[in-house]
């Protein structure tokens, strides 16, 4: 069996202990960026199966900037992103209509912040499963 593996890209350091723990569970090789540089850089060294990436970091947005970036580039442009965040706790803010859309918020799935272990997992297997399906 081919472990898949999952870039996590998220500046909440126990955030990302945490989900790291939950994707171990499942047996999943699982590598960490804490910022979206950091996270471009380990994208570049090791293209993993999926990605998890948040949507706020550092000075902004930045997980947007990660996803356009990404998605312009033929060598990512087809790897899965889970978007998760918690910008409508934090901000009161939301996206109006559909969240995903191509140019504006280029990733597979969106999710808010705090998701329970089990539905995160169920989220990552459905985008392998596409992914491996094309």
């Given amino acids: 069996m081919v472990t898949s593996s999952i870039l ?10 945490i989900t790291r723990m939950i ?6 090789k699982v590598s960490c960026a804490y ?14 199966d999926a990605i998890i990436l948040d949507i706020m970091m550092g000075r902004g947005a930045e997980g947007f900037i990660f996803a356009r970036k990404m998605r312009k580039d033929p060598r990512f442009a087809q790897i899965p992103i889970l978007m998760l965040t918690s910008m409508r ?18 990733v ?25 399906a094309v």
Wanted: negative net charge.
């Fill in 23 to 28: 994707l171990e569970t499942k047996q999943y």
């Fill in 108 to 132: 597979d799935e969106y999710i808010e912040k705090p998701i329970e272990p089990q539905p995160l997992l169920e989220k990552i297997e459905q985008l392998l499963a596409r992914k491996h």
């Fill in 89 to 106: 706790e934090q901000t009161g803010f939301d996206f109006p209509g559909e969240r995903i859309h191509p140019k504006f918020l280029p």
């Fill in 35 to 48: 910022n979206a540089d950091e996270g471009f850089a380990k994208l570049t060294e090791e293209v993993p």
């Fill in 8 to 17: 996590i890209i998220d500046d909440d350091p126990d955030f990302v202990q």
